[in-house]
């Protein structure tokens, strides 16, 4: 008898515990779930921890309450200013009602593949109306909330919230790239010219400017050592005229011993002239100046004044005009 009893109490107790085991669920702080019974939806249960449902009636199926991320593929759009970019978006959302997200969606798998379009459709609708430099401006961030605001609105029914929505990336195609690196190079090889020509013309003008000084400099300098050298011929004219103009006699025969001296400076010059010629009259009459008897310079005189200490007749030696020597008729 007693045996009986413990068995049907073991039985009960096994029973209770199964029954108490399938009535009771947990709830992690990270998920939320949605009650079920016969496949049609009872209840949510947000808050984490225990929670009860009917045993082998009710169901549950979990859904994440964290913030999800999807990676969309990229895309080609067209800009409002009719230019193509190539843009590589993700977007963030979070379920915040399972019971609508499992009776529009499904679950995820299938909500992402309706996704993906819709946030497509949200960014060609706002970038479609934008220029490219808008879309690379600090305007940007205006611009992914107005695309996040457009899929909230589309995605609603499902029972989903888009937090953000961000570019990653966003490339021109590779045809539009190669022709936009041409142009970035011409562009800068006109630039280029164009600094080297303003170079060379301020280089032409500091030379031209330069050469103006030199010659200006030069052209004084020049003017200042003519005055110069005028004034020194002047002052030398003029102690020579002081000097000499003691002894007009003795100037005149200076001189022509200075002509000598630079008419026969070789020693084998000839001179074709007449002998009666003024220039020969200190050969004709040594002791004679101006035709007056005087003293006859000393050779040691002749040598000083640069001609040769022989007598002037032996070092002349004029010739006539037939080729014969002076001396020798």
Same mark, same amino acid.
């Given at each position: 008898m007693n045996q009986r009893v413990i068995l049907i109490a073991g039985v009960v107790l096994a029973a209770a515990l199964v029954l108490l085991a399938g009535s009771v669920f947990t709830v992690h702080q990270s998920r939320q779930a949605l009650v079920l019974q016969f496949g049609n939806p009872v209840r949510v249960v947000k808050e984490p921890g225990l929670s009860f449902k009917l045993p082998f009636?009710?169901?549950?199926?979990?859904?994440? $309450? /964290?913030?999800?991320?999807?990676? &969309?593929?990229?895309?080609?759009?067209?800009?409002?200013?009719?230019?193509?970019?190539?843009?590589?978006?993700? %977007?963030?959302?979070?379920?915040?009602?399972?019971?609508?997200?499992?009776?529009? &969606?499904g679950n995820e798998a299938l909500f992402r593949q309706r996704l993906e379009p819709t946030v497509f459709a949200a960014l060609r609708s706002v970038l479609g109306e934008t220029s490219l430099m808008e879309v690379l401006s600090k305007d940007r961030a205006m611009l992914m909330n107005r695309i996040r605001d457009e899929? *909230?609105?589309?995605? !609603?029914?499902?029972?989903?919230?888009?937090?953000?929505? /961000?570019?990653?990336?966003?490339?021109?195609?590779?045809? *539009?790239? !190669?022709?936009?690196? /041409?142009?970035?190079? %011409?562009?800068r090889e006109r630039e280029a010219k164009e600094l080297r020509a303003q170079g060379a013309e301020l280089a032409q003008r500091i030379r031209a400017r330069a050469d103006r000084e030199r010659r200006v400099l030069i052209a004084e300098a020049q003017k200042r050592a003519e005055i110069i050298r005028?004034?020194?011929?002047?002052?030398?004219?003029?102690?020579?005229?002081?000097? #000499?103009? !003691?002894?007009?006699?003795?100037? $005149? #025969?200076?001189?022509?011993?200075? &002509?000598?001296?630079?008419?026969?400076?070789?020693?084998?010059?000839?001179?074709?002239?007449?002998?009666?010629?003024?220039? #020969?009259? #200190?050969?004709?009459?040594?002791?004679?100046?101006?035709?007056?008897?005087?003293?006859?310079?000393?050779?040691?005189d002749l040598a000083r004044g640069g001609g040769p200490a022989a007598p002037a007749a032996a070092v002349a030696r004029p010739l006539l005009e037939d080729g014969t020597p002076a001396a020798a008729r």
């Open positions: 009636i009710q169901q549950v199926e979990y859904f994440e $309450k /964290r913030v999800l991320d999807y990676d &969309a593929p990229s895309v080609e759009l067209i800009l409002g200013d009719q230019r193509r970019l190539v843009v590589d978006a993700f %977007t963030r959302y979070r379920i915040v009602d399972p019971l609508r997200f499992r009776q529009a &969606a899929a *909230n609105k589309a995605l !609603q029914r499902f029972g989903v919230e888009i937090v953000d929505v /961000r570019i990653k990336r966003a490339d021109l195609p590779v045809e *539009n790239t !190669q022709a936009i690196f /041409r142009r970035m190079q %011409t562009e005028g004034e020194g011929d002047a002052e030398a004219i003029r102690i020579f005229a002081e000097a #000499f103009g !003691q002894d007009v006699d003795f100037f $005149k #025969f200076y001189r022509t011993m200075q &002509a000598y001296r630079q008419a026969l400076a070789d020693g084998n010059t000839s001179i074709v002239m007449s002998p009666q010629s003024e220039f #020969f009259r #200190f050969f004709a009459s040594p002791g004679l100046v101006d035709g007056a008897p005087g003293r006859a310079p000393a050779p040691a």
